[in-house]
C-alpha cells in the first residue's frame, strides 16, 4: 500500500488541531484509550460536541518544549493508503521546523479560515510551500459553518488564493471547503454545500496521484560499498552496493562514475537472490558492470546520458536554523547526501521576507531568515538542481564547532562566476 506524508499548515486558531484530530476520528483511527480519554475530558465545545483539538494536544506540548523537537509525526491508514502527517507549527519563530517538517512531504494542507479569508500567514506558508517545491497543495478553507456555508465566500477566497499561486507558481491546487468542526468535507461529504461537486479531504488524499515522475531519468547511486569476495571461485565477482537515491537503473544502462568520469553499462542488477531488470529510488541494490572500473565507496553511479551538474559555486535557497546568525568569514561543513565537505558562503544574494514576499539586501541572516545565497564548496559537488531532483538536490550545513545543523540549502543553479 503506498504512502502518502503530508504536512498541515495555518495560523494560530485556523482549525489545523480539530481538523487533523476530525480525520482521525472519522476513520477511526484512534486507539481505545484515547477515545476514553477524549469522551471523559471536560473540554467540550460550546454545543456539547468533543473537542477533538485534544488528541493533537500532546504534540503541542512537545513543541511548546523547546527547540529540540523539531516536527511531531502523526499514522493513520484507510484501505487506499497510508499517511504521515507532520504537524508542523505555523508561527514565523518555527519557520525552520516547518522546512523540515515540509521537506519530504508530497502534498501541504493549507489552512483559511473561511471568516478571514488569505492573510499574512497564508502567503508565508505558500511561500515555503514554492521554495520546498512540495507539489500538491490543498486549500481547505475551514470554518464554512461559520460563514453560512456560503458558496460566496468560498468563491471570493479561492479567486484570491489563485492570484497568490499563480505568483508563486504552485502547480495543483485544489480547494476544499471543509468544517474541521461539524465534520463538513473532511472524510465525510458535507449536507450543507450541495454546490461544492469536489472530493472530501480524505477522498482527495488517497487517490491523489503523488508518483514522482520528474525525477525517473536522474538515476543516482552512491556506492556505500564495494563487494568483492575474497574467494577462488567468485574471484571475478565484484558489484557496487548502495540505495537508489533517485530515478531508476536497468540492465544495460549506461552509467557513469563520478567524480572520475568513467562509464560502463550495468550487466546486472541483485537484490538478494533476485535479478531484477529494473530498480527505483529507496532500492538497496547490487550493481555489476560490464567493465573493471575503478569505483570505491562514497564514488557516485549516475545514468550516462542525465548527469548531474558539477561545480564548486553553487547559487542556493537557505533557510537558516540556528541561532548564530550566519557567518561568511567561517568555513562550514556541506553534507550533500553521503558526502562532507568544506564550505563557505561566498555571497548573500537577497533574503525575502517571506511575509511580503519582497527581496531585500541583507546585511544580516539570523534564525529562520530565508533567502539566495552563493556557496562555495572545496569539492566539487556533483548535483541536480533542487526542481529537477529533490533527492539530489538539497543539502545541509554543520558548524562544525558545535556539530549542529545550521541551514539548509536547496540548489538552484551553477553560480556563474
Ligand atoms: N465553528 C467552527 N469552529 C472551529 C472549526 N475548526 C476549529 N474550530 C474551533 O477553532 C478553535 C481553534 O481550533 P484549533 O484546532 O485549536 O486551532 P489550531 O489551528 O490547531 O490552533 P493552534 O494549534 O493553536 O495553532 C477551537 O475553538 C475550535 O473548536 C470549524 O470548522 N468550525
Known sequence: ?????????????????????????????????????????????????????????????????????DVAYKYFQTDKRKFIIADTPGHIQYTRNMVTGASTAKLAIILIDARNGVVEQTIRHSYLVSLLGIEHVVVALNKMDMVDYSETVFNAITEKYKTLADELKLKEVTFIPVSALKG???????????????????????????????????????VQWVVRPQTDELHDYRGYAGRVLS????????????????????ERIEIFDQRPEEVHAGQSVTLHLKDNVDISRGDVLVNADHLPQNSKLIEADVCWMDARPLDESITYLLQHNSKVTKAKINEIVYKVDINTLEKENAVDFKLNDIG??????????????YTDNKANGAAILIDSRTNLTVAALMFRAVADY
Not at 247 to 266: A, E, H, M, W
Not at 372 to 385: G, P, S, Y
Open 1 to 69: 500500500m503506498n504512502l502518502l506524508k503530508f504536512f498541515t499548515a495555518g495560523s494560530v486558531d485556523d482549525g489545523k488541531s480539530t481538523l487533523i484530530g476530525r480525520l482521525l476520528y472519522d476513520t477511526d483511527s484512534i486507539l481505545a484509550d484515547q477515545l476514553e480519554a477524549l469522551q471523559q475530558s471536560n473540554r467540550k465545545n460550546d454545543d456539547g460536541t468533543i473537542d477533538l483539538a485534544i488528541l493533537t494536544d500532546g504534540l503541542r506540548a512537545e513543541r511548546e518544549q523547546g527547540i529540540t523537537i
Open 184 to 222: 463538513d468535507n473532511i472524510v465525510h461529504e458535507s449536507k450543507h454545500m450541495e454546490w461544492y461537486q469536489g472530493r472530501s479531504l480524505l477522498h482527495f488524499l488517497e487517490t491523489v496521484d503523488v508518483e514522482d515522475k520528474q525525477s525517473y531519468n536522474l538515476a543516482r547511486m552512491p
Open 247 to 266: 530515478g531508476s537503473f536497468k540492465v544495460n544502462d549506461r552509467v557513469t562514475v563520478l567524480p572520475s568520469g568513467s562509464s560502463s553499462v550495468i
Open 372 to 385: 539566495r545565497v552563493v556557496i562555495k564548496t572545496a569539492d566539487e559537488l556533483a548535483f541536480d538542481l
